[in-house]
T-cell receptor
Framework: NAGVTQTPKFQVLKTGQSMTLQCAQD?????MSWYRQDPGMGLRLIHYSVGAGITDQGEVPNGYNVSRSTTEDFPLRLLSAAPSQTSVYFC???????????FGPGTRLTVT | DAKTTQPPSMDCAEGRAANLPCNHS???????VYWYRQIHSQGPQYIIHGLKNNETNEMASLIITEDRKSSTLILPHATLRDTAVYYC????????????FGKGTRLSVIA
């Protein structure tokens, strides 16, 4: 199993650009989520999904969109990048919200 | 979900036991205690979780007080590779609520 994979590992965007951060898991997990982590801070939840076709907002959803068309993939879209979205983004998955979550290696995004 | 309080940082000598405390005085009867850690800039890693009984696995032990208002994560023989930020999280099982990470405890294992 590859576990949770994220692409790209690093990305630099200009203000106003859009992009999609990819997240995929091969463990047949129903639950997937996106977090961001700013320097010296804990992780904050952006969006999550309890299964294909079902998504919900987390603590900091503004400026981000998600969809879940398959069990395996949970992409995060930045609609119009802003410097405040400079952060490290982690994707996670688990069998359900009760079980341990597996995190990906992260995507380091810089918006200039 | 109940809030947790952890010390911002701790040191531990290599080879000694690391005891990381967590206060969760407002925990309710159906809330579990979870521990994760984050090594440098990697994604967080699950360590252990429990409800009221003490738990042990290959990584650590979790000791929960009888009144469940606090808990301690024990790394029995800390190594330099255990240097990380450790997060104590309280959440309800079997409900669609995600993990909420605080700032955690930065554990430094010293040679």
């Amino acid at each position: 199993n590859a576990g949770v994979t994220q692409t790209p590992k690093f990305q630099v965007l200009k203000t106003g650009q859009s992009m999609t951060l990819q997240c995929a898991q091969d463990m047949n997990h129903e639950y997937m989520s996106w977090y961001r982590q700013d320097p010296g801070m804990g992780l904050r939840l952006i969006h999550y999904s309890v299964g294909a076709g079902i998504t919900d907002q987390g603590e900091v959803p503004n400026g981000y969109n998600v969809s879940r068309s398959t069990t395996e993939d949970f992409p995060l879209r930045l609609l119009s990048a802003a410097p405040s979205q400079t952060s490290v983004y982690f994707c996670a998955s688990s069998y359900s919200q009760f079980y341990e979550q597996y995190f990906g290696p992260g995507t380091r995004l810089t918006v200039t | 979900d109940a809030k947790t309080t952890q010390p911002p940082s701790m040191d531990c000598a290599e080879g000694r036991a690391a005891n990381l405390p967590c206060n969760h005085s407002t925990i309710s009867g159906n809330e579990y205690v979870y521990w994760y850690r984050q090594i440098h800039s990697q994604g967080p890693q699950y360590i252990i979780h429990g409800l009221k009984n003490n738990e042990t696995n290959e990584m650590a032990s979790l000791i929960i007080t009888e009144d469940r208002k606090s808990s301690t994560l024990i790394l029995p023989h800390a190594t330099l590779r255990d240097t990380a930020v450790y997060y104590c999280i309280v959440r309800v099982a079997f409900r669609n609520t995600p993990l909420v990470f605080g700032k955690g405890t930065r554990l430094s294992v010293i040679a």
